[in-house]
């Protein structure tokens, strides 16, 4: 369903739902031992072989667009750290994911005639001095030809270089078990760290979701 623009959220607003929904991430036992590194999965052939022409970190909205994106509205944040806890300040978090209708922005997608094109389909965002991040998306859906369950790709690069490439993937999504990308890392690494929740934000008049997901790279 699209959104009302008269109630839909602007860029403006959107800086202070982003700070309200920091409580959402956080980072247990910090200091106590090294953190898990967060597994590295495949970059899949959808990386945007033409950038959009709006690269920020706000995915619904396209530059000044009165039109937004379809889907539920997400609030994607979390922290890059190191396997000691340390914040990354100033590393290059990434994200790309399939639109409402599960198609990416990639000119050779499958069924890219459907493509949503308020749908911005990846930004980018330099963290700050704590390591966060933050994006405005949509909850990830499926794609279209039902091959992938529900997710967004992720990059992080520290001094220009790519460190870590991985996704992210709905906690207690049906489908997840027949994900053959999901099983082989679940396998190799024996862990559900990829999975996250998405929950509802407090006080939210249309219905946005929050979700948090840290980010371990070496070092």
Known sequence: MRHDTRTFLTRRRFVGAAAATGAFYSVPGLFAEQLEL????????????????????????????????????????????????????????????????????????????????????????????TGEYRFRTIKPTEYRTGRRVPHIHYAVARNGRRVLTTQLFLKGYGGNGRDSVLRRVQRARRTDSLSVDFKPVPGSEIGELAASFDLVIPG
Request: proline share 7%.
């Open 38 to 129: 967060t597994p590295s999965v495949t970059e899949g052939p959808f990386y945007p072989d033409k950038m959009p022409l709006d690269t920020d970190n706000d995915l619904i909205v396209i530059n000044d667009s009165a039109t937004p994106a379809l889907g539920e509205i997400a609030h994607v944040t979390g922290r890059v750290l190191t396997q000691s806890g340390e914040a990354v300040r100033n590393a290059t978090v990434e994200i790309w994911q399939v639109d409402a209708n599960g198609v990416y922005i990639h000119s050779r997608a499958p069924d890219k005639e459907h493509r949503d094109s308020n749908f911005q389909g990846f930004g980018r965002f330099e963290t700050g001095s």
